[in-house]
């Protein structure tokens, strides 16, 4: 049996799929996980064949001989086009999950149940894959191997410091960045901001490693000690590598869903009694100065003791 698993876009989004990928493999499956950017880690995922999106016109060859498809919904172009194309030509093959954290709703496109915005989304594949594909011994391991090149946690006080993310909006301030870096200086540790090319051109220079790949990345995370960001990508990286991570977050609700669900970890957001009214949104627009660049340390050196 031969399944396809369409994730969405973002470096999270597809570690995270890859929970679901890996139970299946687990149970039988041949599994082909679509994804436009994780085949750069394929070295990482050696039993989980991974490939970009196929060009429109050769998505009914490529996808022909699949017996199933999973298809995590969002509203891009070519997204939307893969679950018009699939339901039209082969629905009765076709499972369509809706991330979504908001609490106590049913979703239509999710067969058997619903997303608990309470818990991970990593929690919540591996219920759908013990609830609803009925697997006896789900496991929340996307499958990760690290190359015998690399050695994890090569150096431990080397920490991962990310302060980009998809949007500036759930950004924390540059400034308390470059102060958390100089505080954990003082406290022994060796900060290392990750960032791309483009990214270096915004920001005043810094320690940052050369990265020109997604392998590059997650050589350099895995041989860190631990990591500190946004709500980001990278973060989801180091928690299924086992490094423990802190991440700053605009909304709780929202970072108990979104949060890395694999190792240790802690999330930091601004107070819920902070106001949030329709029409000013106070929370959406003044939420990076209800987190403390004290309260970020405080809360990653007891972390990292512990």
């Known amino acids: 049996m031969k399944a396809a698993v369409f994730s969405c876009l973002g470096l999270g989004d597809g570690l995270i799929s890859l929970v679901l990928s890996n139970n299946l493999a687990r149970n039988g499956w041949e599994v082909t996980t679509f994804h436009p950017s994780l085949k750069g880690l394929q070295s990482w995922f050696p039993h989980l064949p991974l490939t970009p999106f196929p060009a429109k016109e050769?998505?009914?060859?490529?996808?022909?001989?699949f017996d199933k498809f999973f298809l995590f919904y969002e509203k891009s172009e070519w997204m939307l086009h893969i679950l018009k194309f699939c339901q039209e030509r082969w629905p009765d093959k076709l499972t369509v999950l809706n991330p979504i954290a908001t609490r106590n709703k049913d979703y239509p496109f999710w067969e058997?149940?619903?997303?608990?915005g309470r818990v991970s989304f990593v929690d919540n594949l591996v219920n759908f894959c013990r609830h609803t594909l009925?697997?006896?011994e789900p496991t929340s391991s996307n499958g990760i191997v690290v190359p015998s090149s690399v050695e994890l946690r090569r150096y431990p006080k080397r920490i991962v410091i990310h302060p980009k993310s998809s949007k500036?909006?759930?950004?924390?301030?540059?400034?308390?960045f470059e102060t958390l870096a100089e505080q954990l200086e003082e406290e022994g540790f060796e900060p290392w901001f990750a960032l791309?090319?483009?990214?270096?051109?915004?920001?005043?220079?810094?320690r940052s490693p050369e990265i020109k790949s997604l392998a590059d990345l997650a050589h350099f995370v895995a041989e860190s000690g631990a990591m500190i960001g946004n709500d980001s990508g990278i973060g989801h990286l180091a928690s299924c590598l086992g490094l423990p991570t802190v991440t700053i977050?605009?909304?709780?609700?929202?970072?108990?869903?979104?949060?890395?669900?694999?190792?240790?970890?802690?999330?930091?957001?601004?107070?819920?009694?902070?106001?949030?009214l329709k029409g000013l949104r106070w929370r959406d627009k003044y939420w990076k100065h209800w987190i403390s660049v004290g309260r970020v340390q405080n809360t990653f050196l007891s972390l990292y003791e512990s």
Do not use: Y
Not at 58 to 65: G, M, N, R, V
Not at 169 to 174: A, C, D, I, L
């Open 168 to 176: 500036e909006s759930k950004n924390w301030p540059w400034l308390k």
């Open 134 to 136: 009925h697997f006896t």
């Open 249 to 276: 977050c605009r909304h709780k609700h929202a970072s108990s869903f979104w949060r890395p669900g694999w190792s240790i970890g802690a999330v930091l957001t601004p107070p819920s009694l902070m106001p949030n």
């Open 196 to 206: 791309t090319s483009s990214e270096k051109e915004t920001v005043p220079p810094c």
């Open 58 to 65: 050769e998505i009914e060859s490529q996808f022909s001989t």
């Open 112 to 116: 058997g149940g619903k997303f608990d």
